[in-house]
């Protein structure tokens, strides 16, 4: 059974980098079928997509984020990463990361348990 | 950007109703169409994918319909572990978009 788990600091302070890495176990983030993704939801409110890594390193992002996102890919350790630069408090979230299904029209079909990450000095 | 709106926002129902959620996109998104439930506390749980394909592991009661901009969820038969938000979202184009989600209650 595949598992995603979200890693990294629960509080970051304004204006500097949130960082967090996604550990897939139970399959191999190598394969040709899947993209990796980040998804953040705010307390109460919606999802919100990020960003979407492919294993060979290809890359793509939310317009509304892509001047401050970077994502990573380390096969040889079997996770991916994101970064989000000069965070504010409107970046405060659980963020998510997913697996989305090539063949299957790209659903999120995998998910992390998510990890609440609060901008705050 | 794709706009998805969900209708309605929030909903009561009983155990053992039928209910139905629509999704409307701004601009076409073919089948490229996922629902998702969502339980407090929990990450999202693909339930159908292709607008109308059951994701493997879902209940037979759950089923999705449409194409283009107009899409629905029914669930048939209400669980007491139904009772959560449910989000739509394309995946025609990026960005990937969700609706704003629909909050499934106990009457």
Known sequence: QLQLQESGPGLVKPSETLSLTCNVSGGSISSSSYYWGWIRQPPGKGLEWI???YYTGSTYY???LKSRVT???DTSKNQFSMKLSSVTAADTAVYY??????YD???FDYWGQGTLVTVSS | ????TQSPSSLSASVGDRVTITCRASQSSSIYLNWYRQKPGKAPELLIHS???LQSGVPSRFSGSGSGTDFTLTITSLQPEDFATYYCQQSYTAPYTFGQGTKLEIK
Request: charged share 10%.
């Open chain 1, 71 to 73: 994502t990573s890919i």
């Open chain 1, 105 to 107: 029209n790209y659903p």
């Open chain 2, 51 to 53: 607008a109308s394909t």
């Open chain 2, 1 to 4: 950007d794709i706009q998805m």
């Open chain 1, 62 to 64: 939310n317009p509304s």
């Open chain 1, 97 to 102: 990361c997913a697996r989305l299904n090539y």
């Open chain 1, 51 to 53: 960003g979407s890594i």
